[in-house]
């Protein structure tokens, strides 16, 4: 891998490797933009094939941290740190302490949160060093578990997808296949299921399906046929690339609309689906609830503050459909100009500022 060069195409700012001999510590920071502010991203522990390979991981994530920040409407930019371990028995307390020490030395470019192979308490430990990470224990004015503020967004970013499809946001009524019932689309159930709609679930955890059935009075469905039921809406919220070539051709629905990252498995689906017409709400800009609700803690968390921005995603979602209709592209494409016209309009603000203060000084130096 070429690092400079990749760092160059996508304009990243920063790249870097940490190492504590004693605990272990094998971390990579990468900060893509902070063109909007620090760059805000999580922790991922993961027991990488090889180096290379978590550089890649920790670059692609912070990037996508940076769109989907700048869609989310946060003053944040994007950055993600990738560990390269076992999580489940590599950790130690020193190992967090020593990546704390150098998050601190960052001077608050970067803020970190957990991610995949970390926890509320491994954000704890971070926190004994430094005051640049979110997600710790709400004794320490943390928001605490973000599944159910994750749905919420989902769930109003749904209804500004279904507008679009349907003519009206009401969701009652309406037949919706849900792929995976975890934490965050078992709390998303329990919206649509509230406002009226009529629920289809599947999982590979057969207990997972039971409490949505019990709760929710869904019909179970086997995970191979959740793609052709007969549903007006979509909602992908377990694995990613489950739009695909396999499965475009069982849609039915008119809306997809999940929690699930990287829903598309390559540029070419989202392409198909705008063709057959159906209504794509973009997987970082609906499932950005999360990353709305740990941001507020910067400022002092307060959870009603904190959900009024999470019912932004609805208008973010509408305004992404708004971009897909005024320029003829599809809505993932839509999405990324979204977040790139916002930090482009920021980004030409300041350096008009700094413009004028050079002609300011220059001429009081000619003065």
Same mark, same amino acid.
């Given at each position: 891998?070429?690092?400079?060069?990749?760092?160059?195409?996508?304009?990243?700012?920063?790249?870097?490797?940490?190492?504590?001999?004693?605990?272990?510590?094998?971390?990579?920071?990468?900060?893509?933009?902070?063109?909007?502010?620090?760059?805000?991203?999580?922790?991922?522990?993961?027991?990488?094939?090889?180096?290379?390979?978590?550089?890649?991981?920790?670059?692609?994530?912070?990037?996508?941290?940076?769109?989907?920040?700048?869609?989310?409407?946060?003053?944040?930019?994007?950055?993600?740190?990738?560990?390269?371990?076992?999580?489940?028995?590599?950790?130690?307390?020193?190992?967090?302490?020593?990546?704390?020490?150098?998050?601190?030395?960052?001077?608050?470019?970067?803020?970190?949160?957990?991610?995949?192979?970390?926890?509320? &308490?491994?954000? @704890?430990?971070? $926190?004994?060093?430094?005051?640049?990470?979110? !997600? +710790?224990?709400? /004794?320490?004015?943390?928001?605490?578990?973000?599944?159910?503020?994750?749905?919420?967004?989902?769930?109003?970013?749904?209804?500004?997808?279904?507008?679009?499809?349907?003519?009206?946001?009401?969701?009652?009524?309406?037949?919706?296949?849900?792929?995976?019932?975890?934490?965050?689309?078992?709390?998303?159930?329990?919206?649509?299921?509230?406002?009226?709609?009529?629920?289809?679930?599947?999982?590979?955890?057969?207990?997972?399906?039971?409490?949505?059935?019990?709760?929710?009075?869904?019909?179970?469905?086997?995970?191979?046929?959740?793609?052709?039921?007969?549903?007006?809406?979509?909602?992908?919220?377990?694995?990613?690339?489950?739009?695909?070539?396999?499965?475009?051709?069982?849609?039915?629905?008119?809306?997809?609309?999940?929690?699930?990252?990287? &829903?598309?498995? @390559?540029?070419? $689906?989202?392409?198909?689906?705008?063709?057959? !017409? +159906?209504?794509? /709400?973009?997987?970082?800009?609906?499932?950005?609830?999360?990353?709305?609700?740990?941001?507020?803690?910067?400022?002092?968390?307060?959870?009603?503050?904190?959900?009024?921005?999470?019912?932004?995603?609805?208008?973010?979602?509408?305004?992404?459909?708004?971009?897909?209709?005024?320029?003829?592209?599809?809505?993932?494409?839509?999405?990324?100009?979204?977040?790139?016209?916002?930090?482009?309009?920021?980004?030409?603000?300041?350096?008009?500022?700094?413009?004028?203060?050079?002609?300011?000084?220059?001429?009081?130096?000619?003065?």
């Amino acid at each position: 891998m070429k690092i400079f060069e990749y760092m160059v195409k996508y304009d990243y700012e920063q790249l870097l490797f940490c190492q504590d001999a004693k605990s272990g510590l094998k971390a990579i920071i990468a900060i893509h933009d902070t063109t909007l502010g620090p760059a805000l991203g999580g922790t991922r522990m993961w027991t990488y094939e090889n180096e290379e390979a978590a550089i890649e991981d920790a670059l692609r994530l912070a990037r996508g941290m940076t769109y989907k920040n700048a869609a989310a409407g946060l003053n944040l930019g994007g950055g993600k740190t990738v560990i390269i371990g076992d999580p489940k028995k590599d950790k130690n307390e020193e190992m967090f302490r020593a990546f704390g020490r150098f998050i601190q030395g960052l001077n608050g470019r970067y803020i970190t949160a957990e991610d995949v192979g970390t926890t509320v &308490q491994d954000m @704890d430990i971070i $926190h004994e060093e430094t005051n640049f990470v979110t !997600g +710790i224990s709400p /004794a320490f004015g943390s928001s605490g578990n973000p599944s159910p503020v994750t749905a919420y967004g989902c769930y109003v970013g749904m209804k500004a997808a279904a507008k679009e499809a349907f003519g009206s946001d009401s969701l009652e009524g309406k037949k919706v296949a849900v792929q995976g019932v975890g934490n965050v689309a078992f709390e998303l159930c329990r919206y649509l299921h509230e406002e009226g709609a009529q629920l289809f679930v599947t999982d590979i955890n057969k207990d997972a399906v039971n409490r949505a059935v019990e709760a929710f009075q869904a019909k179970a469905v086997d995970p191979n046929d959740i793609y052709s039921v007969d549903a007006d809406i979509f909602s992908p919220c377990a694995l990613g690339a489950i739009i695909n070539d396999q499965t475009i051709p069982q849609f039915k629905a008119k809306v997809i609309a999940g929690s699930a990252n990287n &829903q598309l498995k @390559d540029t070419k $689906h989202g392409d198909k689906i705008h063709e057959m !017409g +159906i209504v794509y /709400a973009p997987d970082y800009v609906i499932n950005a609830g999360g990353v709305i609700n740990v941001a507020d803690e910067l400022y002092g968390y307060n959870k009603e503050r904190a959900l009024k921005r999470v019912e932004t995603i609805y208008n973010n979602v509408a305004k992404v459909i708004e971009i897909s209709k005024r320029d003829n592209i599809p809505t993932y494409v839509a999405a990324d100009r979204m977040a790139e016209e916002r930090i482009e309009k920021i980004r030409s603000s300041r350096s008009q500022f700094l413009l004028n203060n050079k002609h300011i000084l220059a001429n009081r130096m000619n003065g």
